[in-house]
Nanobody
Framework: QVQLVESGGGSAQAGGSLRLLCRMS????????IAWFRQAPGKGREGVAC????????YYTTLAKDRFTIARADGRNTVTLQMNSLKPEDTAIYYC??????????????RGQGTQVTVSS
């Protein structure tokens, strides 16, 4: 089992930037990808970005493409999400996930508590 902890959320104005961090710890040997999802009040879960840890190849959904960047940092099991050109509709709880022996996208398995991102106009 692994634990995922997000940090770096907060408030920003439209057009601004925030950087999120996801740290995975525990028995991580079988966990090969980390993904970011988000969920806004009253809405369903949306995929944002994903990275396969062994090859560092990123994947993005349409909402993140050209604005967000996912990357590994500080070793294999830490991932950042750099969010630029933020929009009010990016307001949501962002959380990271990983699933045993599942490459992008790990839609089930373990997830963190999430970090709130609020973008004002």
């Amino acid at each position: 089992q692994v634990q995922l902890v997000e940090s770096g959320g907060g408030s920003a104005q439209a057009g601004g930037s925030l950087r999120l961090l996801c740290r995975m710890s525990g028995d991580t040997s079988d966990y090969t990808a980390i993904a970011w999802f988000r969920q806004a009040p009253g809405k369903g879960r949306e995929g944002v970005a994903c990275i396969n840890l062994g090859e560092s190849r990123p994947y993005y959904t349409t909402l993140a493409k050209d604005r967000f960047t996912i990357a590994r940092a500080d070793g294999r099991n830490t991932v950042t999400l750099q969010m630029n050109s933020l929009k009010p509709e990016d307001t949501a709880i962002y959380y990271c996930t990983s699933e045993r022996r599942r490459s992008c996208w790990p839609v089930d398995g373990q997830r963190g508590q999430g970090t709130q991102v609020t973008v004002s106009s």
